[in-house]
């Protein structure tokens, strides 16, 4: 379905054409008409499926700009994510004249509360922030006509489910309340059902949301060697942007770190950063001066980056659904993607728990060697020389340097210098990443299973710090694969094309 053929008035087609949005998602073109019908809405979805446009667009609709007062809330469950959907809705509504503003911890609360003085139609914000700033009395709801609760069931598992209701309870009754949510855990319909009016139930299914042209691969492996197969993997893949996810914050700050040192583009993003120093980084990232991206959960939920082409996940997730969450950061929009899951040799139960979720068996991936590594990293130096070869850059600047070392080296002395500069040597870094413990293992009757929906303690909820937990014990063994060709899928995402005239023996 087309966005034209929705009752959308003119201003939000021309935000929706200028976005570059065509057709609808799945969700978009069930929950919109609901929507825009007045009807209260619980509709299941990923991440990535374009939940904020499905509310986003019936929320703006409804909007009378020329009222000063809040008439929309929108409640998410992390800074990022809240900060994202602020933007999209902001180009959403630009031709309508909208104010949106965005409240979330870790931010001057002073200068939230000047921006609400300034009579926003719409606010989106963090629980812990919102609700600071209703008990400053900086922030009315009494004018509310719509709230969205998106990530329902992050929000339940990071311990918000209190002030979600205390949230609730300070809006009218009369309003249309739309609820997102991955998974349903009886708390989330506990919650429907106390402050939602005969909501209807808009589902888009697993296998849709797991994204097919996602190609997802496992490789067995100790912990100990799982960043120097991440590099190899690296250079095989030489992928455009990566996202590399870690289980806490001091192996995404090691990770990080590590691929630094070994002369990769990459930067750490968790809950510790200052909210400044994470937004920098995901500028930096999606403008493609970074092209890895290391993350925890929390920190990357909701990430709506274009163009990732790999996801590796350094550490299998404690929560199936995260996976995918996870792996849906790449694929998109019609392009393929690839994901690679490095998996402890106990963990593999937790693995086949995922494949029950996707509906999908992961492929084994022997892990690359040293050598092939090598190649990889020789291929992509052969393409860069050839970029380099073919850019229009004005080259007379480098004439005279160019004139004095052809008279001092041979062609065979300089192509052999310039492939030894571009191309990196791992030996020559090495890199130690603390052993965290793994996932435990689970008893011979399967009882041990991932907790769905459980809570979490919070601390600081102003803050968003959340703390990681650690299970289990270090693995001791883990088998290679076997017969199976080194980090090179049979298919395109993943594959490096051979430059021509160019043979690696």
């Given at each position: 379905?087309?966005?034209?053929?929705?009752?959308?008035?003119?201003?939000?087609?021309?935000?929706?054409?200028?976005?570059?949005?065509?057709?609808?998602?799945?969700?978009?073109?069930?929950?919109?008409?609901?929507?825009?019908?007045?009807?209260?809405?619980f509709g299941q979805?990923?991440?990535?499926?374009?939940?904020?446009?499905?509310?986003?667009?019936?929320?703006?609709?409804?909007?009378?700009?020329?009222?000063?007062?809040?008439?929309?809330?929108?409640?998410?469950?992390?800074?990022?994510?809240?900060?994202?959907?602020?933007?999209?809705?902001?180009?959403?509504?630009?031709?309508?004249?909208?104010?949106?503003?965005?409240?979330?911890?870790?931010?001057?609360?002073?200068?939230?509360?000047?921006?609400?003085?300034?009579?926003?139609?719409?606010?989106?914000?963090?629980?812990?922030?919102?609700?600071?700033?209703?008990?400053?009395?900086?922030?009315?709801?009494?004018?509310?006509?719509?709230?969205?609760?998106?990530?329902?069931?992050?929000?339940?598992?990071?311990?918000?489910?209190?002030?979600?209701?205390?949230?609730?309870?300070?809006?009218?009754?009369q309003r249309q309340?739309?609820?997102?949510?991955?998974?349903?855990?009886?708390?989330?319909?506990?919650?429907?059902?106390?402050?939602?009016?005969?909501?209807?139930?808009?589902?888009?299914?697993?296998?849709?949301?797991?994204?097919?042209?996602?190609?997802?691969?496992?490789?067995?492996?100790?912990?100990?060697?799982?960043?120097?197969?991440?590099?190899?993997?690296?250079?095989?893949?030489?992928?455009?942007?990566?996202?590399?996810?870690?289980?806490?914050?001091?192996?995404?700050?090691?990770?990080?770190?590590?691929?630094?040192?070994?002369?990769?583009?990459?930067?750490?993003?968790?809950?510790?950063?200052?909210?400044?120093?994470?937004?920098?980084?995901?500028?930096?990232?999606?403008?493609?001066?970074?092209?890895?991206?290391?993350?925890?959960?929390?920190?990357?939920?909701?990430?709506?980056?274009?163009?990732?082409?790999?996801?590796?996940?350094?550490?299998?997730?404690q929560d199936p659904?995260?996976?995918?969450?996870?792996?849906?950061?790449?694929?998109?929009?019609?392009?393929?993607?690839?994901?690679?899951?490095?998996?402890?040799?106990?963990?593999?139960?937790?693995?086949?728990?995922?494949?029950?979720?996707?509906?999908?068996?992961?492929?084994?991936?022997?892990?690359?060697?040293?050598?092939?590594?090598?190649?990889?990293?020789?291929?992509?130096?052969?393409?860069?020389?050839?970029?380099?070869?073919?850019?229009?850059?004005?080259?007379?600047?480098?004439?005279?340097?160019?004139?004095?070392?052809?008279?001092?080296?041979?062609?065979?002395?300089?192509?052999?210098?310039?492939?030894?500069?571009?191309?990196?040597?791992?030996?020559?870094?090495?890199?130690?990443?603390?052993?965290?413990?793994?996932?435990?293992?689970?008893?011979?009757?399967?009882?041990?299973?991932?907790?769905?929906?459980?809570?979490?303690?919070?601390?600081?909820?102003?803050?968003?710090?959340?703390?990681?937990?650690?299970?289990?014990?270090?693995?001791?063994?883990?088998?290679?694969?076997?017969?199976?060709?080194?980090?090179?899928?049979?298919?395109?995402?993943?594959?490096?094309?051979?430059?021509?005239?160019?043979?690696?023996?």
């Amino acid at each position: 379905m087309k966005f034209s053929e929705l009752n959308l008035s003119a201003a939000l087609i021309k935000a929706v054409d200028d976005m570059g949005f065509e057709e609808t998602t799945p969700i978009q073109s069930q929950a919109i008409p609901m929507a825009l019908a007045g009807q209260d809405i619980f509709g299941q979805a990923q991440t990535g499926t374009g939940k904020t446009a499905a509310f986003g667009l019936p929320l703006l609709e409804k909007l009378d700009t020329n009222k000063e007062a809040i008439q929309a809330l929108i409640v998410e469950p992390t800074r990022e994510l809240a900060v994202q959907t602020g933007e999209e809705m902001y180009h959403l509504g630009k031709h309508q004249g909208t104010k949106v503003v965005t409240v979330y911890g870790g931010a001057a609360i002073g200068r939230q509360i000047q921006l609400l003085k300034k009579h926003p139609s719409v606010v989106v914000g963090t629980p812990g922030r919102l609700l600071d700033l209703i008990q400053r009395k900086a922030l009315r709801l009494d004018a509310i006509e719509t709230v969205v609760l998106d990530e329902a069931d992050e929000m339940l598992n990071m311990g918000f489910i209190d002030d979600i209701e205390a949230i609730l309870k300070q809006v009218p009754e009369q309003r249309q309340t739309l609820l997102f949510s991955a998974t349903v855990p009886s708390e989330i319909k506990r919650i429907s059902q106390q402050f939602m009016t005969d909501p209807h139930h808009v589902k888009i299914e697993a296998k849709e949301m797991t994204a097919d042209l996602i190609d997802q691969y496992f490789t067995k492996c100790r912990d100990y060697e799982k960043f120097d197969i991440l590099t190899r993997f690296i250079d095989i893949h030489n992928p455009d942007l990566a996202i590399v996810f870690a289980r806490t914050k001091r192996r995404v700050d090691e990770v990080a770190r590590g691929l630094i040192e070994r002369g990769y583009t990459a930067e750490g993003i968790h809950g510790d950063l200052t909210q400044q120093k994470r937004l920098q980084v995901l500028k930096d990232f999606k403008a493609g001066k970074l092209n890895i991206l290391v993350a925890t959960d929390v920190a990357a939920r909701g990430l709506d980056i274009g163009g990732v082409s790999h996801v590796y996940n350094f550490d299998i997730p404690q929560d199936p659904e995260s996976y995918v969450h996870r792996i849906g950061r790449t694929g998109r929009a019609g392009k393929e993607g690839m994901s690679v899951t490095f998996v402890i040799n106990h963990e593999m139960d937790y693995l086949r728990t995922i494949e029950n979720l996707t509906r999908k068996k992961l492929s084994p991936l022997r892990p690359p060697t040293s050598e092939e590594a090598f190649t990889g990293q020789m291929r992509a130096s052969v393409d860069r020389v050839a970029d380099l070869v073919e850019s229009e850059e004005n080259m007379a600047k480098y004439e005279d340097a160019v004139a004095y070392l052809g008279a001092q080296y041979t062609q065979d002395q300089l192509a052999y210098a310039l492939m030894k500069a571009l191309t990196k040597d791992p030996s020559d870094v090495k890199v130690k990443i603390t052993p965290e413990k793994t996932l435990p293992h689970r008893n011979k009757k399967g009882r041990k299973n991932y907790k769905q929906g459980g809570h979490r303690k919070r601390q600081n909820h102003k803050q968003g710090k959340h703390s990681n937990k650690n299970h289990g014990k270090n693995g001791k063994h883990a088998e290679k694969g076997k017969g199976k060709k080194p980090g090179k899928p049979a298919n395109k995402s993943g594959q490096h094309k051979q430059s021509k005239g160019f043979k690696i023996r």
